[in-house]
């Protein structure tokens, strides 16, 4: 009963507020380890905990959802309390197993469940401009975290984390139920009234699309592409986290004043969302492969 811009805004918005995790974290450390006395390794462990279940939650939302199990818009608000829950308890456990409990397994489980419903969400109701429509779910969990990272970042070393955990667990809560209460994915071969699919298919610059739905077991098996695409994201995601987690804690490290640690991780982010966003427009112009190789 709605048009398709509100349902993509809704989707933004929990995926935006649940980026914090992931783009907020590393500017949190230096906080974390003077507040909670905790060593870099025990500061950064949640985060690895966090990054590796996110990951390997990617399937799991789409499959409860095709066997009837777990509707998208529950799988958002349920998500995004787990967010909350693990915002919280980073902010307020001084032990690191609790925190990497709490952040690592439930925040990576909230996450994986607004992030990939959301994809899913998203790519069922926009065939048409799937490519440019996945890349703005993209942008918004990188960019949803640009507005915080000045104040993680600037914040004295010294300060109680427990009062501003609190508001942005409650402020994750809030921005995620938003967004995801009432949510509903489209029918099966769905496509939007007064588009020609074919037209879509053979525009200039579009990639073929796929003769047929594969499950994950056939994609794997049909050639190399599975196999260089799953390569590709991983080594380029290693590089992207890697720079996330490490880059606050080794400029204050070096000395940096505040101000520039402030500056390099909010460019960051900026640059990550926006690099998304351009990306996913060019490979819709160009071509995927033509982009990637780019």
Same mark, same amino acid.
Request: glycine share 14%; hydrophobic share 50%.
């Given at each position: 009963?709605?048009?398709?811009?509100?349902?993509?805004?809704?989707?933004?918005?929990?995926?935006?507020?649940?980026?914090v995790l992931q783009f907020g974290y590393g500017a949190a450390v230096p906080l974390l380890t003077a507040a909670h006395g905790w060593s870099p390794a025990?500061?950064?462990?949640?985060?690895?905990a966090w990054a590796l279940v996110q990951g390997c939650f990617a399937p799991v939302p789409r499959l409860l959802r095709t066997r009837g199990l777990l509707?998208?818009?529950?799988?958002?608000?349920?998500?995004?309390?787990?967010?909350?829950?693990?915002?919280?308890?980073?902010?307020?456990?001084?032990?690191?197993?609790?925190?990497?409990?709490?952040?690592?397994?439930?925040?990576?489980?909230?996450?994986?469940?607004?992030?990939?419903?959301?994809?899913?969400?998203?790519?069922?109701?926009?065939?048409? &401009?799937?490519?440019?429509?996945?890349?703005?779910?993209?942008? /918004? *969990? %990188?960019? $949803? =975290?640009?507005?915080?990272?000045? @104040?993680?970042?600037?914040?004295?070393?010294s300060g109680d984390p427990g009062t501003a955990a609190t508001v942005l667990a409650v402020a994750v809560l809030v921005l995620g139920v938003a967004g995801?209460?009432?949510?509903?994915?489209?029918?099966?071969?769905?496509?939007?009234?007064?588009?020609?699919?074919?037209?879509?298919?053979?525009?200039?610059?579009?990639?073929?699309?796929?003769?047929?739905?594969?499950?994950?077991?056939?994609?794997?098996?049909?050639?190399?592409?599975?196999?260089?695409?799953?390569?590709?994201?991983?080594?380029?995601?290693?590089?992207?986290?890697?720079?996330?987690?490490?880059?606050?804690?080794?400029?204050?490290?070096?000395? &940096?004043?505040?101000?520039?640690?402030?500056?390099?991780?909010? /460019? *960051? %982010?900026? $640059? =990550?969302?926006?690099?998304?966003? @351009?990306?996913?427009?060019?490979?819709?112009?160009?071509?995927?492969?033509?982009?990637?190789?780019?």
């Open positions: 009963g709605a048009p398709r811009s509100v349902l993509l805004a809704r989707a933004l918005l929990a995926v935006a507020a649940v980026g025990q500061a950064l462990t949640p985060f690895l509707h998208p818009g529950t799988a958002i608000c349920a998500g995004a309390a787990l967010c909350a829950v693990a915002v919280y308890t980073v902010g307020h456990t001084t032990d690191p197993l609790t925190a990497v409990a709490g952040y690592g397994l439930l925040g990576g489980v909230g996450a994986g469940l607004v992030y990939h419903s959301c994809v899913d969400l998203v790519g069922g109701w926009f065939p048409d &401009r799937h490519t440019v429509r996945l890349g703005a779910v993209g942008g /918004a *969990f %990188a960019l $949803g =975290s640009v507005p915080l990272l000045p @104040a993680l970042a600037l914040g004295p070393p995801g209460a009432g949510q509903r994915g489209a029918p099966a071969c769905w496509w939007p009234p007064g588009s020609d699919p074919r037209a879509a298919a053979l525009r200039r610059g579009a990639d073929p699309p796929a003769a047929r739905d594969f499950t994950a077991g056939q994609a794997w098996a049909s050639g190399r592409s599975l196999h260089a695409l799953h390569a590709i994201v991983a080594l380029s995601g290693t590089v992207g986290l890697f720079t996330l987690v490490v880059l606050p804690p080794v400029l204050s490290g070096l000395g &940096r004043d505040p101000t520039q640690v402030a500056v390099a991780v909010t /460019a *960051f %982010a900026v $640059g =990550s969302g926006v690099g998304r966003l @351009a990306a996913s427009g060019a490979a819709e112009r160009a071509g995927r492969r033509r982009t990637l190789t780019v």
